[in-house]
C-alpha cells in the first residue's frame, strides 16, 4: 500500500467515526433517508476515486476506491450501501456511454453527493439473465421514450434524482435489443418507488420495487445508440463486481473485529472464551479467509488501475470475499451466542448485509460458472477486454478533452 492510500483509509475512518456513527443510528430509528450524509461524504471525496479530476473525482483509482468501500462497510455498512450509486455503478455509466455534455451535465453532482444516483436492471422474472429476459419495454414517441414495466431491488429509487435504467427498445433482440436511459423520477411523470421489507437491512437507506407507466425520458438523456445497453451495463459491473468484493470484505472485517473483542471481553469459568480451543479455531478461520479476500480484491482493483484484463480475477475476488462475509458474520454469531441476535450488537445485522453482497453485481453461483468456464476454456472470462468501444475512466478524460478544443 503507498502512503497515499493509506491516507485515504485514514481520512475515511476519521470521516465514518466523526460524521457517520454519532448519526446514524438516528436516521435508522426515524427511518429518513440521509441525504445530508450523502452531501457530506461527497465533498469529502469519497464517491469519486475512479474519476478524473475534471468532473470532480480524485483520480486516485480503482484501489483506492476499494479501500473507502471496504472502509466504510466496516465502519457502518448501512450508509455505505449508498456507495454504488453515488460512486460506481451510476456515474460510471453515464461517463462510459453517455455523451461530454452529459457526462458534464450529471456525472459531477452525483460525485459531489449534491444529487443522489441509482441504477436499475434486475426485473422480477430476470434474476441472472437480467437482459434477456427483461420486459420493461421503452417506446420512441418523437422526441421522448415512455418506458412501462416493473424493476426489482432498485436501491434508493425511492430519493433518486438521476438515475440509470435500462429497458428493451427492440423486443426480439434479446439482449442486444437493450437500451440504456438516464432518467429523472422528480422531474417526469410515471415513475413510482416501493420501499421493498427486509429483515435486517438499512431502513433509511431501501431498496425498492419501481413502477414505470408511461415514463418519460427525452431522447436526449438516452446513453449510446439503441441496443448499446447490454454493452454498458457489462462494462458496468465488472469494476462493480470488485466494489462490491471490497464492501464484503470490509463485512468479513468488522464481524472479525467484533468477535475478537467479545471473545476477550466475555468470561466463562472464570476466564475469556477466547481462552477455549473452539473459539480459537473460529478466530484463526476467520482471520486466514479475511487475508485471502484481501490479496484477491486487491490484486483485482490493481489490474483494473494498470488497464489489464481484469473480469476473471473481478469474479474471483467476488466470490471469495461474499463466501468470506457470509463465513464471518456466521462465526461471529456464533461466538456472541445469544446476543449475536440482540440488535444492539451490529453484528446482528451485518449478516443480513452478508447475504446481499453474496448476491449483488451477479450471484455466488454466476461467478462459478463464470470462473469454471474460463479454466475449462468454454468462454474465456477477458475475451471481451479492450474491445467494447466504450471509453475508459482511467484513460479517457472526456471533459478535459472537451475543454481543450472550446
Same mark, same amino acid.
Given at each position: 500500500m503507498?502512503?497515499?492510500?493509506?491516507?485515504?483509509?485514514?481520512?475515511?475512518?476519521?470521516?465514518?467515526?466523526t460524521?457517520?456513527?454519532?448519526?446514524?443510528?438516528?436516521?435508522?430509528?426515524?427511518?429518513?433517508?440521509?441525504?445530508?450524509?450523502?452531501?457530506?461524504?461527497?465533498?469529502a471525496?469519497?464517491?469519486?476515486?475512479?474519476?478524473?479530476?475534471?468532473?470532480?473525482?480524485?483520480?486516485m483509482?480503482?484501489?483506492?476506491?476499494?479501500?473507502?468501500?471496504?472502509?466504510?462497510?466496516?465502519?457502518?455498512?448501512?450508509?455505505?450501501?449508498?456507495?454504488n450509486?453515488?460512486?460506481?455503478?451510476?456515474?460510471?455509466?453515464?461517463?462510459?456511454?453517455?455523451?461530454?455534455e452529459?457526462?458534464?451535465?450529471?456525472?459531477?453532482n452525483?460525485?459531489?453527493?449534491?444529487?443522489?444516483?441509482?441504477?436499475?436492471l434486475?426485473?422480477?422474472?430476470?434474476?441472472?439473465?437480467?437482459?434477456?429476459?427483461?420486459?420493461?419495454f421503452?417506446?420512441?414517441?418523437?422526441?421522448?421514450y415512455?418506458?412501462?414495466?416493473?424493476?426489482?431491488?432498485?436501491?434508493?429509487?425511492?430519493?433518486?434524482?438521476?438515475?440509470?435504467l435500462?429497458?428493451?427498445?427492440?423486443?426480439?433482440?434479446?439482449?442486444?435489443?437493450?437500451?440504456a436511459?438516464?432518467?429523472?423520477?422528480?422531474?417526469?411523470?410515471?415513475?413510482?418507488?416501493?420501499?421493498?421489507?427486509?429483515?435486517?437491512?438499512?431502513?433509511?437507506?431501501?431498496?425498492?420495487?419501481?413502477y414505470?407507466?408511461?415514463?418519460?425520458?427525452?431522447?436526449?438523456d438516452?446513453?449510446?445508440?439503441?441496443?448499446?445497453?447490454?454493452?454498458?451495463?457489462?462494462?458496468t459491473?465488472q469494476p462493480?463486481?470488485?466494489?462490491v468484493?471490497?464492501?464484503?470484505?470490509?463485512?468479513?472485517?468488522?464481524?472479525?473485529?467484533?468477535?475478537?473483542?467479545?471473545?476477550?471481553?466475555?468470561?466463562?469459568?472464570?476466564?475469556?472464551i477466547?481462552?477455549?480451543?473452539?473459539?480459537?479455531?473460529?478466530?484463526?478461520?476467520?482471520?486466514?479467509a479475511?487475508e485471502a479476500s484481501? %490479496?484477491? &480484491?486487491? $490484486?483485482?482493483? @490493481? =489490474?483494473? #488501475?494498470?488497464?489489464?484484463p481484469?473480469?476473471?480475477?473481478?469474479a474471483?475476488? *467476488?466470490?471469495?470475499?461474499?463466501?468470506?462475509?457470509?463465513?464471518?458474520?456466521?462465526?461471529a454469531?456464533q461466538?456472541?451466542?445469544?446476543?449475536?441476535?440482540?440488535?444492539?450488537?451490529?453484528?446482528?445485522?451485518?449478516?443480513?448485509?452478508?447475504?446481499?453482497?453474496?448476491?449483488?453485481?451477479?450471484? %455466488?453461483? &454466476?461467478? $462459478?460458472?463464470? @470462473? =469454471?468456464? #474460463?479454466?475449462l476454456g468454454?468462454?474465456l472470462?477477458?475475451?471481451?477486454?479492450? *474491445?467494447?468501444?466504450?471509453?475508459?475512466?482511467?484513460?479517457?478524460?472526456?471533459?478535459a478533452?472537451?475543454?481543450?478544443?472550446?
Open positions: 503507498s502512503e497515499e492510500i493509506e491516507a485515504v483509509r485514514d481520512m475515511v475512518n476519521r470521516f465514518m467515526e460524521e457517520v456513527v454519532p448519526v446514524m443510528e438516528g436516521y435508522e430509528q426515524r427511518r429518513e433517508f440521509p441525504r445530508e450524509l450523502i452531501r457530506k461524504a461527497g465533498a471525496g469519497l464517491y469519486g476515486a475512479v474519476f478524473p479530476e475534471s468532473v470532480g473525482g480524485s483520480n483509482g480503482y484501489l483506492a476506491a476499494a479501500v473507502i468501500q471496504e472502509e466504510m462497510c466496516r465502519i457502518d455498512v448501512r450508509f455505505a450501501s449508498c456507495n450509486q453515488q460512486g460506481s455503478t451510476c456515474p460510471s455509466c453515464i461517463y462510459f456511454g453517455g455523451t461530454p452529459q457526462i458534464q451535465k450529471y456525472v459531477p452525483l460525485l459531489a453527493g449534491v444529487t443522489i444516483g441509482m441504477m436499475s434486475t426485473e422480477s422474472g430476470g434474476g441472472s439473465d437480467a437482459a434477456g429476459n427483461m420486459q420493461t421503452a417506446r420512441r414517441d418523437g422526441d421522448v415512455r418506458i412501462s414495466g416493473q424493476k426489482m431491488w432498485a436501491s434508493i429509487a425511492n430519493e433518486t434524482d438521476v438515475g440509470v435500462f429497458a428493451k427498445t427492440d423486443r426480439a433482440a434479446g439482449a442486444k435489443g437493450v437500451s436511459f438516464i432518467v429523472q423520477p422528480k422531474k417526469y411523470p410515471g415513475w413510482t418507488a416501493q420501499p421493498i421489507e427486509t429483515m435486517g437491512l438499512s431502513t433509511a437507506l431501501r431498496t425498492n420495487v419501481v414505470l407507466d408511461d415514463f418519460v425520458v427525452p431522447v436526449e438516452r446513453l449510446g445508440e439503441e441496443g448499446e445497453g447490454f454493452k454498458i451495463i457489462m462494462r459491473l462493480g463486481r470488485v466494489g468484493a471490497a464492501k464484503a470484505l470490509g463485512v468479513a472485517r468488522a464481524c472479525f473485529e467484533d468477535a475478537v473483542r467479545y471473545a476477550n471481553e466475555r468470561t466463562l469459568r472464570g476466564q475469556p477466547g481462552r477455549f480451543q473452539m473459539i480459537q479455531s473460529d478466530i484463526a478461520e476467520m482471520a486466514v479475511i484481501r %490479496a484477491l &480484491v486487491y $490484486k483485482a482493483a @490493481i =489490474a483494473m #488501475d494498470e488497464s489489464q481484469s473480469n476473471r480475477l473481478a474471483i475476488a *467476488k466470490y471469495h470475499a461474499s463466501q468470506t462475509a457470509k463465513f464471518c458474520a456466521d462465526k454469531v461466538i456472541f451466542g445469544g446476543y449475536g441476535l440482540a440488535k444492539e450488537y451490529r453484528v446482528s445485522w451485518y449478516r443480513a448485509y452478508a447475504d446481499m453482497f453474496f448476491t449483488g453485481e451477479g450471484s %455466488a453461483n &454466476v461467478q $462459478k460458472i463464470l @470462473i =469454471a468456464e #474460463d479454466a468454454y468462454k472470462a477477458d475475451r471481451h477486454h479492450g *474491445k467494447t468501444g466504450l471509453r475508459d475512466i482511467r484513460k479517457d478524460d472526456v471533459i478533452q472537451l475543454n481543450a478544443t472550446r
